[in-house]
């Protein structure tokens, strides 16, 4: 089946530093990625959506300066975290489709520390 | 505004017995449905899926779902739970028809399997 690698599973990072977190469909071409992330015992809040070579489209109150995105080529997109701040810690998933076909697969997570 | 609303935040059941986790959603036409389950720690699985068709569905691991469009539900059964089951479970849907993919997700709920 379909597999999504995110990398790394956790980071811990000094404040002001960036943060590059990996996301690749290993065997189908993702015409879509999104980005979450998730806070202690609550649900996953849709940060934005990218398609491959276009501009991220960003969810209402997601700094799109800070949360820089990239969907490069049909197989990786990356979520660079920029001048992380200890509010900024949480976890963060991605998710790929291979388009209308509402394959939704997940990445395995990445758990952000910042201090 | 388009909405997937899980009612139980936390259900305990025993080992053996049957479980029911309810999803209730709010949207213009019937929405494109999904139960995914998530480990501490990790991303999300895809237990099923509701496009159209008949309304009970089954998925992995023993779970089923039954879609009912006079109740906007789409409730999580399995018959009987075992311990590994314990976990946090998502209902989200998204949108039947034009480009948009977005899943809008519930709160969750977590199940706790006593011995």
């Known amino acids: 089946g379909a597999v999504v690698s995110q990398h790394p599973s956790w980071v811990i990072c000094k404040s002001g530093t960036s943060v590059k977190i990996e996301c690749r469909s290993l065997d189908f071409q993702a015409t879509t990625m999104f980005w979450y992330r998730q806070f202690p015992k609550q649900s996953l809040m849709l940060m934005a959506t990218?398609?491959?070579?276009?501009?991220?489209?960003?969810e209402q109150g997601v700094e799109k300066d800070k949360f820089l995105i990239n969907h490069a080529s049909l197989t990786l997109s990356t979520l660079t975290v920029t001048s992380a701040h200890p509010e900024d810690s949480s976890f963060y998933i991605c998710s790929a489709s291979e388009g209308s076909n509402y394959g939704y697969t997940f990445g395995s997570g990445t758990r952000l520390t910042v201090v | 505004a388009q909405s997937v609303t899980q009612p139980d935040i936390h259900i305990t059941v025993s080992e053996g017995a049957s479980l029911e986790l309810r999803c209730n959603y709010s949207y213009g036409a019937t929405p494109y449905l999904f139960w995914y389950v998530q480990s501490p720690g990790q991303g999300l699985q895809l237990l099923l899926k509701y496009f159209s068709g008949d309304t009970l569905v089954q998925g992995i691991k023993g779970f089923e779902a039954e879609f009912k469009r006079s109740q906007s539900s789409f409730n999580l059964r399995k018959p009987s739970v075992h311990w590994s089951d314990a976990a946090e479970y998502f209902c989200a849907a998204t949108g039947s028809g034009g480009s948009n993919y977005k899943l809008t997700f519930g709160k969750g709920t977590l199940l706790t399997v006593n011995p």
């Open positions: 990218s398609n491959e070579g276009s501009k991220a489209t960003y």
